[in-house]
């Protein structure tokens, strides 16, 4: 263990259902994220909170929606989503952006 | 935009070998360079990294070198063990709007540590 959970570990859903994320931490960590993880492409960053504000939105399509309801927990809610979003979602926190992440072990994601 | 590039993608060396793994960076502002390990099933692991006032560091059997002017930075495994088997991915950190940062990731290097 990291000290970052997710859940689930899997995930297998329909293009019209919806579904949640859950990243949590209890590091002390202020900063937290969410990633997209594909085969042979780099780290795509999709969300960035800092203090439970985002900080960051990566031009993620609106289907994919984060919520930090303080800075222990993150999550990402999930509708109508495509095919091509099948992927592993990781969650990463730090102390401070940019540094020293912590990454959980993911949530693979199956979209049919 | 920003990016990062990473060499080899694949690299296959002989147990007990040196691995080394290249990245460069496109922004000179860039002044933290972590080194990530990621082994199956499990999500990436902070191994070491560098800040730009350092132009090496060494922890045991790995090391990271960093030129600033050429700006790549390579990271560097000594006698390599069948457990180094994973995928490394390198990573520069790029500045955000109100003093947060973000960090721009290299695509991987699948390592295969043969026996």
């Known amino acids: 263990e990291t000290g970052v959970t997710q859940t689930p570990r899997h995930l297998v859903m329909g293009m019209t259902n919806k579904k949640s994320l859950k990243c949590e931490q209890h590091?002390?960590?202020?900063?937290m994220y969410w990633y997209k993880q594909s085969a042979k492409k780099p780290l795509e960053l999709m969300f960035v909170y800092s203090l439970e504000e985002r900080v960051e939105n990566n031009s993620v399509p609106s289907r994919f929606s984060p919520e930090c309801p303080n800075s222990s927990h993150l999550f990402l809610h999930l509708h109508t989503l495509q095919p091509e979003d099948s992927a592993l979602y990781l969650c990463?926190?730090?102390?401070?952006?940019?540094?020293?992440?912590?990454f959980g072990s993911g949530t693979r994601l199956t979209v049919v | 935009g920003e990016n990062v590039e990473q060499h080899p993608s694949t690299l296959s060396v002989q147990e007990g070998d040196s691995a080394v793994i290249k990245c460069t960076y496109s922004d000179s502002a860039s002044n933290y360079f972590p080194w990530y390990k990621q082994e199956l099933g499990k999500g990436p692991q902070l191994i070491i990294d560098?800040?730009?006032n350092v132009g090496e560091k060494k922890d045991q059997r790995i090391a990271v070198t960093l030129n600033k002017t050429a700006k790549h930075f390579s990271l560097h495994i000594t006698e390599t063990q069948p457990e180094d088997s994973a995928v490394y991915f390198c990573a520069a950190s790029m500045r955000l709007r109100n003093s947060n940062y973000q960090l721009i990731w290299g695509a991987g290097t699948k390592l295969i540590i043969k026996p």
């Open positions: 990463a926190s730090s102390r401070w952006t940019g540094r020293g992440y912590t």
């Open positions: 590091l002390g960590h202020n900063a």
């Open positions: 560098i800040r730009s």
